[in-house]
């Protein structure tokens, strides 16, 4: 093994692609993935423990926390192999307690992990295709129970236990919510989804029964035991900054006019992926992390925003309470890029004090739940838990001699300074364009960078990174300072260009590689540079003449880095080959294998004694110079991606690294017995800082302001402090009056009180007095009344003991009397056994004598039938003998059929096995079945409820009609009744409704007057509205022409300027001549850009040209409209008032028909009275003139001639409809039919007229009387031939 030990102390990054990437080990220590790593954070110290990952581990995937804080759980790869590894967290250092990499299950990797709430069982989900849930009690590394939980290969995001309960555990992912119980050693589904499936992304437990779930669409969904019980949408809502963001671009942050198009580089960054699915699904909100706590839950709701929820007053409803959101990064040059980030991860402190969020692009941020509290009604902002770190590949490290400072620059567009003595971030700035290379001067106060266009010489100011120089280097990949600082090279794809840091001048250019340069290294003294590159090329150049001094090429491999002893003899290369080649004087000295693994980058101490390297796993190896042949070197564990770059401090202390997953690592470097390696020269560090000018006047003249501003403060204060003693003494003095009143009038109070306590007292000594007497007679009356009592009962108990005595007297002689009885019985039956006693004895004798004769007699014929076996067996055995040779040769050919059988038996029991399997299946449904036919039973026996409930409310409603009918039939009665009624009022109507028929011809002259101001206003509101809009076009014009003149103003001033700095050059013509030449390219081009302005001008006059014309042709048209439907209206009243002319003439004939039927109806009674009294001559007639014939008193029976009056005047008016019918048909045939009606009708009015004329006395003749009825009924009899003839003439 290797001497030199390196150890790591801080690491600045975090890798937000494991799942549950933030876990609380206790109220104030974290655990994050940075790098390949676990780091134990202190949030209030600050300090840093690591918890290395696996040797030859390809990155953490999942991570879990135990719910007693004891265990942490991590997903790993090793070398394709999956792997969870469980440490122990209380220990010191972590120490690994289980390891679980043998599975008897396909899998590729585990994607989420869990514990269960007691910490004995880990449940963990598998990614797609196999998509398995596996359940282990871990400490025995024993598989309880496997279940598939997607068979469609849809994406899986997170599994979790129940919080009260080992057996229950919730999956959620693309369309899948299923909640799983452990029970008989399977796990089985406990819920089944209803509707349309949704893209799950998150979920968490509230309860023991309740599951709040998040989706893509910003859908919150509340299961309780599976049942979805509420549900609610979160709106997208648009941060503040977007809100008042202008639609005019900012200005980039670069000085250069023309923009230059990016490279294109071989790393897709990661940000840029980031945006596109940001834009993708800006629409909706993606609920992408939930966590619970007492009072509700949170959850993200979008880029950059975190709702909190609580409990409301529902029954099982929750409020949105506090809107929490990602502050904006001011140092980025677009501020609202920070609060667009995805939120990962959510995680609450074990006294839910401390919320911390993880997002997207590596950043942790934090907020303190009892700020948030003390803000109600305001928005929350989060703080960044330490500092902003890289989110993307890191390109560029290095460190400076005279500062403990270290730069970095990455493809997320940032350059940062960190202090890695403090572990602190000093500078951060973002740029419009990636960043591919750094160097950083040894003073420490200045910065080389590498971008897409161009290279920037920087200034490294007190609290901002300031472009100083740019260099026409495009895409520059590697560049870096001598160790004097006074040079610096930068690499132009295969040419290295070499620069003075003093006149900015380009001194050498270093031509001879034929691909792209890789890495650059100078010597100590700066005479050489070494540079090694894609095409195998390793070259040594002198900078005196610019020419190569050694070179090795071996085109087999592709360099990636380069170093340099401090003796400038020997130079170590490494690349593609997995070798570390030493090479001096052109040649390879030896090649140190790296046993299949590929070095990325190299780094040699100054001392010498040290080399590092960092390989494409991530992982970096110190070893001791001379390099070893075997495997001598110390491997350690750091990065999840290929090391990119590797520093060492010029003290050779620390070590620094960085690699694709942008992550920083701070190494301190030791020797084998662990002591520190002592610097050569003792240097302190410089505290010197850069400030501009401009910026310490300003910093100045705010000090003096701030300083008279003080004062002023301090005199206002004195001032506001003495009124404030003023009025508190008045207050103070009033104070003590009203309380001295106060306490004056509560001693008076007091006083009274004690009167009345004293008389209260009084009256309550009375009251006991009398209670006490009371209750003392009514002791003495109880004692009384028991003591008879007692005397009672006593006389009872003597009683009752005499009787007792009498029964025990009797009680005995029954005894002695049964015992004598007894003893008789006994000697009576003893006597008896044993006579029988004797008889047995002499039975026994001689039955004893019989078997003795019967043994005798059986030995002699057991000899004879031993003799005849004997001879049976012989022959027996002959037979048997037969029959076995004839069961061999069956037993042969059975043989034959058995294996036969056996091949049949086998194919069975396959068929019965998968019959079997076929079973478990079919009980499986036939559970579920019986699980549905349950709930089917429990819903019918809840129908049937429901059915006699409504059949016991048919049934009342069935009496309630009943009745109902009742009091229908009585109120039929009075509807007789009151009709008569109505018919006697409505005559009293029939003026009042003519009233009303006046008063609704004004109401419909004002209604008319109403629609006629009604379209006036609406006219007049679009023309306001367009007014408005006109108003809203000029103002925008406005604010262009302003922003142009604004944007004309900095351009003046810039060539102002540019002109002034080429005047300085007036006496050296050829850098004049350049200087006007860039001008000239750099305002040319705006010139072009007027031209479109003004063309844009003529196209925004076209465009109002065609408005007007338009709003013309609409102004016509309206007015059309309007004419034509006036023209319309006035057709509708005309053929309106014609209507209800005809209408009001056919109401006066119908009036007149009634009244002539009356009178005809009369006349036919009193000429049927007349014809009576002819036929009865014998009469004496009754001729006075008192009792003259009227129709009053014509009128025998008058309820009879009422019926017959109403059947006429039913058939009168059937035949006047019909008539009615037959005139309108005629008319909508032709309209002239009209005024042959009117004709017909005002013949039928004289002739009713003459009629009632002439029938004014019926009394005086009879016969006349008769002669008017003929001559009316025949005229009415030709009027009606006539009208049908007319009516057949206009029809033909």
């Known amino acids: 093994m290797s001497v030199i030990v390196a150890q790591s102390l801080h690491v600045f990054g975090f890798q937000s692609r494991v799942a549950n990437n933030i876990c609380f080990f206790d109220e104030q220590i974290i655990v994050y993935p940075a790098g390949n790593c676990c780091v134990k954070y202190h949030i209030e110290q600050k300090w840093q423990k690591f918890i290395p990952g696996s040797e030859k581990s390809q990155g953490m995937l999942a991570l879990a926390v135990s719910p007693n804080r004891r265990y942490l759980a991590i997903s790993e790869t090793l070398q394709d192999k999956p792997t969870i590894t469980i440490y122990e967290l209380s220990s010191v250092p972590c120490k690994k307690r289980k390891i679980l990499n043998t599975f008897d299950f396909p899998v590729q990797e585990f994607i989420s992990l869990a514990f269960s709430p007691d910490s004995k069982y880990l449940v963990a989900q598998t990614g797609p295709p196999e998509s398995n849930l596996a359940y282990w009690m871990w400490e025995k590394q024993r598989t309880m129970a496997i279940v598939k939980v997607d068979v469609q290969n849809n994406p899986l995001y997170q599994v979790s236990f129940n919080p009260q309960d080992n057996t229950q555990v919730c999956v959620t992912g693309y369309g899948i919510f299923k909640l799983f119980r452990y029970t008989e050693g399977t796990l089985k589904q406990t819920n089944f989804m209803r509707g349309e499936p949704q893209n799950y992304l998150s979920h968490a437990w509230l309860s023991e029964e309740k599951v709040m779930v998040g989706t893509d669409t910003g859908r919150l969904y509340l299961f309780d035991s599976g049942d979805l019980r509420w549900e609610t949408s979160i709106e997208r809502k648009e941060a503040p900054s977007e809100m008042e963001k202008e639609k005019e671009e900012q200005p980039q942050e670069s000085e250069s006019l023309i923009e230059f198009p990016a490279p294109s580089s071989p790393e897709i960054s990661s940000e840029k992926l980031c945006e596109t ?62 609060d667009k980030q995805e939120i990962v991860c959510i995680a609450f ?23 948030a509290e003390l803000s109600k009604g305001e928005m929350a902002h989060f703080e960044y838990l330490n500092y902003p770190v890289h989110s993307s590949s890191i390109t560029g490290l290095d460190t400076c001699i005279r500062k403990p400072l270290v730069a970095t620059c990455s493809l997320d567009k940032s350059v940062r300074i960190w202090n890695y003595e403090n572990n602190m971030l000093d500078l951060y700035k973002e740029y419009q364009e990636e960043a591919y290379a750094l160097a950083f001067h040894p003073s420490g106060l200045y910065v080389l960078v590498g971008f897409a266009d161009k290279l920037r010489l920087m200034n490294l100011l007190i609290d901002d990174i300031q472009t100083f120089k740019d260099f026409t280097v495009r895409g520059c990949r590697e560049c870096a300072f001598s160790t004097g ?49 894609s095409d195998g090329a390793v070259y040594e150049w002198n900078l005196q003449n610019g020419k190569r001094e050694s070179e090795c090429v071996l085109k087999s491999c592709s360099y990636s880095g380069v170093a340099i002893s401090p003796d400038t003899k020997v130079i170590f290369a490494v690349g593609s080959d997995q070798t570390i080649k030493e090479i001096s004087d052109s040649s390879i000295l030896r090649e140190v294998p790296s046993f299949d693994v590929t070095y990325t980058c190299i780094v040699v101490s100054h001392s010498g004694r040290m080399v590092f390297t960092g390989t494409s796993t991530g992982t970096i190896r110190s070893m001791k110079y001379p390099l070893p042949v075997h495997k001598e070197f110390n491997e350690y564990q750091a990065h999840a991606g290929p090391v990119t770059k590797m520093s060492i401090t010029s003290d050779d202390q620390f070590l620094l690294t960085s690699a694709e997953d942008g992550c920083i690592i701070i190494w301190k470097v030791y020797d084998k017995e662990g002591r520190g390696l002592k610097r050569e020269r003792d240097v302190p560090y410089s505290d010197e800082v850069l400030i501009t000018r401009t910026d310490m006047e300003e910093k100045t003249q705010i000090m003096v302001e701030l300083k008279t501003r003080v004062e002023e403060l301090k005199m206002e204060n004195e001032y506001q402090l003495r009124l404030k003693d003023m009025n508190y003494s008045e207050k103070i003095k009033d104070l003590t009056e009203k309380f001295i009143q106060e306490m004056e009038s509560l001693k008076t109070k007091n006083q009274v009180l004690k009167t009345e306590k004293e008389k209260q007292e009084i009256q309550y000594q009375d009251q006991l007095a009398e209670l006490i007497e009371k209750q003392s007679r009514e002791v003495q009356d109880l004692e009384s009344g028991n003591n008879q009592k007692l005397l009672l009962e006593y006389e009872k108990y003597q009683e009752l003991q005499m009787k007792s005595q009498r029964m025990q007297e009797e ?145 009342d409603k069935e009496k309630r009609i009943y009745d109902l009918k009742k009091k229908n039939q009585e109120l039929e009665k009075f509807k007789f009744v009151l009709d008569y009624k109505i018919k006697e009022l409505k005559k009293q109507i029939e003026p009042r409704e003519n009233d009303i028929k006046a008063m609704k011809e004004q109401i419909q002259e004002m209604e008319g007057e109403l629609e006629r101001f009604h379209k006036q206003n609406t006219q007049l509101e679009l023309n306001i509205a367009e007014l408005r809009l006109k108003l809203r076009a000029t103002d925008r014009e406005m604010h262009r022409e302003m922003q142009k003149e604004r944007d004309l103003e900095a351009f003046v001033k810039r060539f102002k300027t540019d002109i002034h700095n080429c005047v300085g050059l007036i006496q050296e013509p050829k850098k004049l001549k350049e200087s006007i030449r860039d001008i000239y390219e750099k305002y040319v081009q705006k010139a072009d850009m007027v031209e479109i302005v003004g063309v844009n001008s003529d196209l925004h006059e076209e465009y109002t040209r065609q408005r007007e014309h338009l709003e013309r042709n609409l102004a016509t048209l309206k007015k059309k409209v309007i004419k034509e439907s006036e023209i319309h209206r006035g057709d509708y009243v005309r053929i309106m008032q014609e209507n209800v002319s005809l209408i009001k003439e056919i109401n006066e004939l119908r009036r007149e028909l009634k009244v002539t039927r009356t009178q005809v109806h009369d006349l036919q009674s009193a000429l049927g009275l007349l014809q009576k009294r002819k036929k009865l001559p014998g009469q004496p007639p009754d001729i006075s003139s008192d009792r003259q014939p009227s129709p009053g008193v014509l009128r025998l029976n ?27 048909t005629a008319l909508a045939v032709r309209p002239t039919s009209a005024c042959m009606c009117t004709y017909t009708s005002k013949l039928q009015k004289v002739s009713l007229q003459d009629l009632s004329k002439r029938n004014g006395h019926p009394e005086q003749k009879r016969e006349q009387s008769n002669s008017q009825l003929k001559s009316h009924l025949t005229r009415r009899v030709l009027d009606q031939r006539m009208n049908v003839e007319q009516n057949n003439c206009k029809f033909h």
């Open 485 to 533: 600082g006074h040079l610096f090279a930068a690499v132009n794809g295969n040419v290295i260009n070499i620069y003075s840091f003093i006149s900015f001048d380009n001194i050498i250019n270093l031509k001879g590689h034929n691909g792209k340069v890789r890495s650059v290294v100078w010597s100590i003294n700066d005479y050489k540079l070494v540079s090694c590159g």
């Open 349 to 371: 402190s074990p006294a839910e004090e401390t919320l911390l969020i993880s997002t997207n692009k590596n950043q942790l941020y934090l907020l303190s739940m009892s700020s």
């Open 1198 to 1224: 008058p309820e009879e001639e009422t019926e017959r009056i109403i059947e006429i005047q039913r058939i009168e008016i059937k035949h006047l409809r019909d008539q009615m019918q037959g005139q309108e």
């Open 811 to 955: 009680y005995e002689k029954q005894l002695h009397e049964l015992e004598e009885s007894k003893n008789q019985a006994l000697e009576e039956l003893t006597e008896y056994y044993e006579a029988k006693l004797l008889e047995k004895t002499t039975l026994l004798e001689e039955a004893q004598d019989e078997t003795r004769q019967q043994l005798r007699e059986f030995e002699e014929t057991k000899k004879q039938i031993e003799e005849d076996e004997d001879r049976e067996i012989q022959d027996i055995k002959i037979k048997y003998e037969r029959r076995l040779r004839e069961e061999r040769e069956s037993n042969l050919k059975l043989k034959g059929e058995t294996g036969i059988m056996r091949k049949k038996f086998n194919s069975l029991q396959k068929e019965i096995e998968e019959r079997c399997s076929d079973i478990e299946a079919l009980k499986v449904e036939q559970q579920k079945l019986q699980g549905i036919i349950k709930a089917l039973e429990k819903d019918i026996q809840g129908l049937k409820r429901e059915i006699q409930e409504r059949d016991e409310t048919i049934q």
């Open 277 to 338: 699915e940001i834009q993708q699904q800006a629409s909706l909100p993606r609920v992408s992390a939930i966590a619970a706590f007492s009072k509700g839950f949170v959850c993200s709701a979008g880029p950059g925003i975190v709702l909190l929820f609580e409990k409301s007053e529902e029954k099982e409803g929750y409020r949105e309470s506090r809107e929490i959101r990602i502050p904006q990064d001011q140092y980025s040059n677009d501020p609202n890029q920070s």
